[in-house]
């Protein structure tokens, strides 16, 4: 088996897996404590943060994104959504990055559709609620889609040289 170089861009979706798989942990963490934390928790913190002008004017754009993200959440069918989309959205996500890392090629494909429908749903939720973040999110997701599926081409080539061998799974 040869082992390939590796180039900055291997390293880059190394990095970017990566940070995908400890994305996914922290939701996954934020998921669960959420279940505990009463909503009234979340509707004080944000009320202390933005009476305390941690955001800039308390009447200001950030201020009121927050108030109306807490008070969402707040709503019991928004907090049994937030917590549901977190738990699955962190259970996918670190399939997904375990398949990679592991180098399951015939994941990959899935892994893109999977992060496109993601991206979608970002946007989608971005359009109808002016979350500022969901568009960076997005964002990031596409770079990643990206690079996995430049890590999937360059798999395939190598399985398919001479030399390269794939394992019953998948494997290179």
Same mark, same amino acid.
């Given at each position: 088996?040869?082992?390939?170089?590796?180039?900055?861009?291997?390293?880059?979706?190394?990095?970017? =897996?990566?940070?995908?798989? %400890?994305?996914?942990?922290?939701?996954?963490? +934020?998921?669960?404590?959420?279940?505990?934390?009463?909503?009234?928790?979340?509707?004080?913190?944000?009320?202390?943060?933005?009476?305390?002008?941690?955001?800039?004017?308390?009447?200001?754009?950030?201020?009121?994104?927050?108030?109306?993200?807490?008070?969402?959440?707040?709503?019991?069918?928004?907090?049994?959504?937030?917590?549901?989309?977190?738990?699955?959205?962190?259970?996918?996500?670190?399939?997904?990055?375990?398949?990679?890392?592991?180098?399951? =090629?015939?994941?990959?494909?899935?892994?893109?559709?999977?992060?496109?429908?993601?991206?979608?749903?970002? +946007?989608?939720?971005?359009?109808?609620?002016?979350?500022?973040? %969901?568009?960076?999110?997005?964002?990031?997701?596409? =770079?990643?889609?990206? %690079?996995?599926?430049?890590?999937?081409?360059?798999?395939?080539?190598?399985?398919?040289?001479?030399? /390269?061998?794939? /394992?019953?799974?998948?494997?290179?």
């Amino acid at each position: 088996m040869t082992s390939k170089p590796s180039t900055t861009t291997d390293k880059l979706f190394k990095v970017a =897996v990566t940070l995908k798989g %400890l994305d996914g942990l922290s939701q996954l963490v +934020l998921g669960i404590v959420l279940i505990f934390i009463p909503p009234t928790v979340i509707t004080g913190l944000a009320n202390a943060v933005v009476t305390r002008d941690l955001l800039g004017d308390p009447g200001g754009t950030l201020s009121e994104h927050l108030e109306t993200a807490a008070h969402n959440f707040a709503d019991g069918s928004s907090r049994g959504f937030a917590i549901g989309y977190l738990l699955l959205h962190a259970v996918v996500k670190l399939g997904l990055v375990a398949a990679l890392l592991r180098k399951v =090629v015939p994941l990959y494909p899935i892994a893109a559709l999977v992060l496109g429908a993601f991206v979608v749903y970002e +946007l989608y939720r971005a359009v109808h609620t002016g979350s500022i973040a %969901l568009p960076f999110f997005a964002a990031l997701d596409i =770079v990643i889609i990206v %690079l996995v599926l430049r890590e999937y081409r360059q798999l395939r080539q190598e399985a398919a040289t001479p030399g /390269g061998r794939t /394992g019953a799974d998948g494997n290179a």
